[in-house]
């Protein structure tokens, strides 16, 4: 899922780790350092879900000191390493180790400038314990204090809604259970079921979070929706070679004024803010937020089975796909892609290739109409954006609409 930066999130339940025995713990290192490799090159935020850890499913401390010395050559954040150092070790013999582990892993934060810490902007802990809480406190005055102000603790699962969109993430029912059981405590009886009151209708101005064709009804007949087509223009004329074009965040409360004033009616002039990268968040954010993926739920099958065709034949399957869109998905897709693909050519100012485009536009384009995507469909999902930007000319040099 997405925060409301429009940060792609990465969450680590503990109650998914099986019994230590059962675990391949090499495979878990590789798993996460994979993990980290995809998203952490642009802007990134972690959700540490803490219930569910427990004796058995505790890695040991052997394999935790490999771990970090793992994370130590290569990855500079050492966010996964340190949550398992403060969070897995069960007696008191292991604690006083960890104090002296985590005492050193906490101080490297204070002096590396790399990728993986700089990129991480928020770490949320759910649920945590007493003990997490302590050491914190304890070694807070190593940590710079930059990197403590992206530590959040939630007690509660509804606190998330605040910072990022609840809905995409992929909670288990036994961290949903836990957190019911925790409300009840606190209140002493069980929550009572929250009625969802019926949405309200959009306003005859709004821009976010209603379809093209009520856009298109709304704007006389326009096929391009006004918000798409003034950060693409504004973009054009000033951000092309902006580095890590899209890849940035930028204050949140910025991006909610914004999209107000959109959906309000009223003009939004980007120069005013004086920051490239909040017209690019305002884009990503309006295709994430359309009650239907730009290329459609009824397209996401064919496109997950663009792996298993052939490289040579991948350019025409695309196209295929393309092909079935409904018009105005098309001709907005087209004006989108068109200028991904400028962006593109500009790489070697921004270092924004088709590749690194398509990590972060393949979920805004495209997501399953139920639940989120899974992990497994991250590959074919950019892989087909990646050929969308890179073969544009080729793609989209065959259908016409009127009105286009």
Same mark, same amino acid.
């Given at each position: 899922g997405d925060d409301n930066s429009?940060?792609?999130?990465?969450?680590?339940? &503990? &109650?998914r780790m099986p019994p230590s025995h059962q675990l391949n713990h090499t495979r878990l290192l590789e798993y996460l350092k994979y993990t980290l490799d995809q998203y952490v090159e642009s802007d990134y935020t972690v959700v540490y879900f803490h219930y569910g850890l427990k004796s058995q499913n505790k890695p040991s401390l052997k394999w935790l000191q490999t771990a970090y010395k793992e994370f130590d050559r290569k990855y500079v954040s050492k966010?996964?390493?340190? =949550?398992?150092?403060? &969070?897995?070790?069960?007696?008191?013999?292991? %604690?006083?180790?960890?104090?002296?582990?985590?005492? %050193?892993?906490?101080?490297?934060? &204070?002096?590396?400038?790399?990728?993986?810490?700089?990129?991480?902007?928020? =770490?949320? *802990?759910?649920?945590p314990t007493n003990f997490i809480k302590i050491l914190w406190n304890i070694f807070k005055p190593l940590i710079s204090h930059k990197f403590g102000k992206k530590v959040t603790y939630l007690n509660y699962l509804s606190d998330l809604r605040e910072h990022l969109k609840y809905d /995409?993430?992929?909670?288990?029912? !036994? *961290?949903?259970?836990?957190?019911?059981?925790? %409300?009840?405590? /606190?209140?002493?009886?069980?929550p009572p079921v929250v009625k969802i009151p019926p949405p309200r209708p959009p306003l005859p101005t709004q821009q976010f979070g209603v379809s093209l064709q009520y856009l298109r009804d709304k704007n006389k007949g326009e096929l391009i929706p006004?918000?798409?087509? /003034? @950060?693409?223009?504004?973009?054009?004329?000033?951000?092309?070679? *902006?580095?890590?074009?899209?890849?940035?965040?930028?204050? +949140?409360q910025t991006i909610k004024d914004v999209q107000k004033l959109y959906n309000q009616g009223k003009?939004?002039?980007?120069?005013?803010?004086?920051?490239?990268? #909040?017209?690019? $968040?305002?884009?990503?954010t309006f295709l994430r937020e359309l009650p239907e993926p730009l290329l459609t739920f009824e397209c996401y099958?064919? +496109?997950?089975? $663009? @792996?298993?065709v052939e490289s040579s034949l991948r350019v025409t399957r695309c196209k295929q796909i393309i092909q079935g869109l409904p018009e105005h998905n098309y001709v907005v897709l087209k004006y989108l892609i068109c200028f991904?693909?400028?962006?593109? /050519? !500009?790489?070697?100012?921004?270092?924004? @290739?088709?590749?690194?485009?398509?990590?972060?536009?393949?979920?805004?384009? #495209?997501?399953?109409?139920?639940?989120?995507?899974?992990?497994?469909a991250l590959v074919p999902l950019n892989l087909f954006t990646e050929l969308l930007i890179d073969f544009y000319l080729n793609i989209f040099n065959s259908r016409t609409v009127p009105g286009e």
């Open positions: 429009g940060r792609k999130v990465i969450t680590f339940s &503990c &109650c966010i996964f390493g340190l =949550l398992f150092l403060l &969070c897995n070790v069960s007696n008191f013999h292991e %604690r006083s180790i960890s104090f002296l582990i985590a005492g %050193r892993l906490l101080s490297l934060f &204070c002096h590396f400038k790399f990728l993986y810490k700089k990129n991480l902007k928020a =770490l949320y *802990v759910v649920h /995409q993430l992929n909670i288990p029912q !036994e *961290v949903i259970r836990h957190d019911e059981n925790l %409300r009840g405590k /606190q209140k002493g009886k069980l006004p918000v798409l087509k /003034q @950060t693409v223009s504004y973009l054009k004329r000033k951000g092309l070679r *902006v580095e890590g074009l899209f890849r940035r965040s930028a204050s +949140i003009s939004v002039n980007f120069d005013d803010y004086d920051d490239i990268h #909040i017209p690019a $968040i305002i884009l990503k099958d064919h +496109i997950l089975g $663009i @792996t298993s991904l693909h400028m962006v593109s /050519q !500009e790489s070697i100012y921004n270092r924004m @290739t088709g590749s690194n485009l398509a990590c972060v536009f393949g979920l805004n384009l #495209i997501w399953p109409s139920q639940g989120t995507a899974s992990w497994s």
